[in-house]
């Protein structure tokens, strides 16, 4: 590998730096966005359970529903609506608020994903580059400008800087663009829970404005 690296000479490494980058965004992406990390087991249970003590206008304490918004980065919609209710406020009111903290929600789940995307474009386009620069060894070698065939030792360089730069642009582009085309729909799968678990808390607690 580290024989195909020098093979492929200095515009690899630009590839290999946005690949390292890239490797590590779906890692991370592909960590935060499992259900198990976005819904905590039980965290609806206690959600929901939570909710009704509120309905029925049984005691629920502003700590415990703190608590609530510090378990994932979803429940702090669910400690929204919660919170609102007990403060009297008006459905209205916790709306607004509501969709406020629901922005900055899918911003979290969208965190890295456009920088992903931005690999799988600029990949194929360094790939290239190295492929001209390759280009470029082979035609400005001394022998060309003499006009005098260039040593194939010569040809063979260039050749492989051409060949391994296109080859590894397109070995991260295409991996990239999966990647980000199933982790995008991973992002929108978890926004659409959310917005279905809140919708149907704000329904429970605010029913009559719900209704409408």
Not at 110 to 128: E, S
């Amino acid at each position: 590998m580290y024989s195909i690296l020098l093979s492929a000479g200095w515009p690899i490494w630009p590839l290999l730096i946005i690949s390292i980058i890239g490797l590590a965004i779906v890692i991370e992406r592909s960590w935060y966005l499992r259900q198990i990390h976005i819904f905590p087991k039980g965290s609806l249970e206690l959600t929901f359970g939570m909710c009704n003590q509120i309905a029925n206008q049984k005691n629920v304490s502003e700590a415990q529903v703190t608590e609530l918004a510090q378990l994932s980065p979803a429940t702090p919609l669910f400690a929204c609506v919660l919170k609102e209710k007990l403060s009297g406020s008006s459905a209205a009111v916790a709306l607004e608020e509501l969709q406020a903290l629901a922005q900055a929600t899918w911003l979290k789940l969208d965190r890295y994903l456009g920088a992903l995307a931005t690999i799988a474009t600029v990949a194929p386009l360094l790939g290239l580059f190295g492929t001209v620069v390759g280009m470029i060894e082979i035609f400005g070698s001394q022998g060309a400008v003499n006009g005098v065939a260039g040593s194939p030792q010569e040809l063979a360089h260039g050749i492989s800087v051409a060949l391994y730069n296109t080859a590894f642009g397109l070995l991260i582009a295409i991996p990239a663009l999966a990647a980000w085309r199933g982790l995008r729909a991973m992002a929108n799968q978890r926004q659409r829970e959310c917005e279905e678990f809140t919708r149907q808390l704000f329904k429970k607690l605010y029913p009559s404005d719900a209704a409408q």
